[in-house]
């Protein structure tokens, strides 16, 4: 006879490990049975997560590098930005996922099953090898799955290539990453470079877009040669790893709760629509989720950030899609007109009102008000 279960995780990748580890730190499921679901084992580097963060957060322990200062870069403006009291870390994907897996095998009162999940709902998950019915279960799903495109909504993509590039001299200073270096050409759209040192002969280096289309293989390599030469000054360098991703930059709602199953992370809207970044939204998700479960509150209530986030977050979106303002006058405005503490929270979805409208009147106002009003509208 099948077991039963009382919460289901699809998906053991950030939100789902997240959410999983929130639940038995708290100490409050161990005599719930849990099951957790994905198509295979996490045995690769798949991704580095990258974010800022102003105290000790719930990963700490395998934060791999931080940097105290970030550089901001763009034709007419250049700074070392001041970021305090944030500092901007590195998690490196399998760090995660072993350090997850560490704690999940010591618990009994989880099961994991590596199969392929053909379809769910919020009575029966469809695995490639077996039926599993959800009976009581609460179902948490982090699958995602990309929506029909709709005319009135836009649909940019994050795309990067990286290289972790290794050099016989000192290169780098491990102090101080670049966040973005808005120099490069931007013939494809908005187009930057972030380099993060390792140390002082190691960093990632990477290409990344907001466009609506990828690139081939060739044409970021060869923007990243282009990138380490003339603006690194770099002439001799081994590439001993790189790293490949697309993020959705989507003002599509995706909802957290949806015919009885709730969503997290990228399936739960946690991808921020118009910065890509999502580490943080998800820590932040599955914090609210295990309070809500612990407090038996009711979860589908459960709101992350104020609905005016979504209204900007379309507007920035409308202005990028339609190339109204490009990537480049947009944060090369916002970092040079705003303290770095406060373009953090703002893209945070922390800020009040009033520091929205600051921010706001430092930018290129008139078309974001065109933009903004035609977007209200919709
Ligand atoms: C290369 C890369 C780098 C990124 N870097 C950053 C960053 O620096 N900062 C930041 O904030 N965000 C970053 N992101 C965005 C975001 O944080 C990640 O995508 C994050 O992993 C999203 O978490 P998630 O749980 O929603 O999805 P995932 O982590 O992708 O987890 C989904 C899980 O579902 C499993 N799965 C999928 N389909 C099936 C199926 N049919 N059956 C069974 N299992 C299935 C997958 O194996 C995976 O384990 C990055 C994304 C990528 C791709």
Redesign the pocket.
């Known amino acids: 006879m099948q077991k039963s279960y009382d919460y289901i995780i699809?998906?053991?990748?950030?939100?789902?490990?997240?959410l999983l580890m929130r639940m038995i730190d708290s100490g409050q499921f161990a005599d719930k049975r849990i099951l957790l679901?994905?198509?295979?084992p996490?045995t690769k580097n798949?991704?580095?997560?990258?974010?800022w963060e102003k105290e000790k957060g719930f990963f700490e322990k395998i934060v791999y590098r931080k940097w105290d200062g970030l550089v901001f870069r763009s034709d007419n403006y250049s700074s070392l930005l001041d970021i305090a009291p944030y500092k901007y870390k590195?998690i490196q994907?399998i760090d995660f996922y072993n350090y997850c897996f560490s704690e999940i095998n010591k618990q009994e009162n989880v099961d994991v099953i590596?199969?392929?999940?053909?379809s769910f709902d919020a009575s029966v998950i469809q695995?490639?090898n077996q039926s599993i019915k959800t009976g009581d279960a609460i179902v948490f799903n982090?699958?995602?799955q990309t929506a029909e495109k709709k005319m009135d909504k836009f649909y940019l993509l994050?795309h990067?290539k990286?290289w972790i590039i290794e050099t016989k001299k000192n290169s780098f200073n491990p102090g101080v990453a670049t966040l973005m270096d808005f120099r490069v050409h931007q013939d494809y759209g908005t187009t930057f470079v972030y380099t993060l040192p390792l140390n002082e002969r190691a960093a990632l280096v990477e290409y990344t877009l907001f466009t609506e289309s990828l690139l081939n293989d060739q044409q970021y390599e060869e923007e990243l040669k282009i990138y380490v030469k003339e603006f690194l000054k770099i002439d001799a360098f081994k590439v001993i790893d790189e790293?490949?991703?697309?993020?959705p930059m989507t003002n599509e709602q995706y909802s957290f709760y949806a015919n009885g199953v709730y969503n997290?992370?990228?399936?739960?809207g946690?991808?921020?629509p118009s910065?890509?970044?999502?580490?943080?939204?998800?820590q932040k998700q599955v914090k609210a989720i295990v309070d809500a479960l612990i407090n038996k509150r009711n979860l589908s209530s459960l709101r992350f950030s104020p609905k005016r986030f979504q209204f900007y977050d379309s507007t920035l979106l409308h202005l990028l899609a339609k190339g109204e303002l490009s990537g480049k006058e947009i944060f090369t405005r916002m970092f040079k007109k705003n303290k770095a503490e406060q373009v953090f929270k703002f893209l945070d979805n922390e800020t009040s009102l009033s520091e929205e409208i600051k921010i706001m009147s430092t930018l290129q106002i008139g078309t974001f008000f065109k933009a903004g009003v035609k977007e209200f509208l919709k």
């Open positions: 699809l998906g053991a990748g950030c939100a789902g490990l997240s679901i994905d198509k295979e996490k798949d991704r580095t997560w990258c974010f590195m994907g590596y199969d392929e999940i053909k695995l490639a982090s699958l995602y994050q990067f990286g790293e490949f991703g697309v993020i997290t992370g990228t399936a739960g946690q991808t921020k910065t890509g970044y999502t580490f943080q939204f998800i």
